[in-house]
């Protein structure tokens, strides 16, 4: 069983930064796809970022493109999603996510139904 647990949520205000980061327990790391999701009260959970297998390539969704940086770190087990220019439309429990699969298509990428392991959420509000 992959443990995946993030850490970073907080408050900030508009235009704000920060960083969340996601540490995973799988022993082959760097074969996995890791993603983040985010839900909003009231609103269905989302897709935010995506880095395939190796770090070969990234998504996003196109509300935060040229905002949010995701990356990973096969050292140290460690995926981040740096979020810049934060708006109060960011506010939302964010979710990490681990495909032991590794998928490389965006397509597959973005499905939350790739994804196996999911750690608890952590919390950004961002106050306007």
């Known amino acids: 069983q992959v443990q995946v647990a993030e850490s970073g949520g907080g408050l900030v205000q508009t235009g704000g930064s920060l960083t969340l980061s996601c540490a995973a327990s799988?022993?082959?790391?760097?074969?996995?796809?890791m993603a983040w999701f985010r839900q909003a009260p009231g609103k269905e959970r989302e897709f935010v970022a995506a880095?395939?297998?190796?770090?070969?390539?990234?998504y996003y969704t196109d509300s935060v493109k040229g905002r949010f940086t995701i990356s990973r770190d096969n050292a140290k087990n460690t995926v981040y999603l740096q979020m810049n220019s934060l708006k109060p439309e960011d506010t939302a429990v964010y979710y990490c996510?681990?495909?032991?699969?590794?998928?490389?298509?965006?397509?597959?990428?973005?499905?939350?139904?790739?994804?196996?392991?999911w750690g608890q959420g952590t919390q950004v509000t961002v106050s306007s």
């Open positions: 996510a681990a495909d032991r699969s590794g998928a490389r298509l965006e397509w597959a990428a973005r499905s939350d139904s790739r994804y196996e392991y």
């Open positions: 799988a022993r082959t790391f760097s074969t996995y796809t």
């Open positions: 880095v395939t297998r190796g770090a070969s390539t990234t």
